[in-house]
């Protein structure tokens, strides 16, 4: 089975509804989800890691417990 292709970094940013300087102040801080770094200096995310980053934003927020 073929891997479904990693989302660039703009994709990631509109789904997230979040500016480049916040995503990267996150990613800084260790808190964006798990990215790619490409040859090119590039990003992307796998779909699989982007999902797991937004069930671990949910279960921390206060509506959740």
């Known amino acids: 089975?073929?891997?479904p292709p990693a989302l660039k970094l703009?994709?990631?940013l509109g789904e997230i509804r979040m500016s480049p300087s916040a995503f990267y102040r996150l990613r800084a801080r260790g808190l964006a989800p798990?990215?790619?770094?490409?040859p090119n200096g590039e990003l992307r995310c796998?779909?699989?890691?982007l999902?797991?980053?937004w069930a671990a934003?949910?279960?921390d927020t206060p509506e959740w417990r």
């Open 46 to 49: 796998r779909r699989g890691d």
């Open 34 to 38: 798990r990215m790619i770094k490409l």
């Open 10 to 12: 703009s994709e990631v």
């Open 57 to 59: 934003c949910e279960r």
């Open 1 to 3: 089975m073929a891997r």
């Open 51 to 53: 999902d797991a980053w």
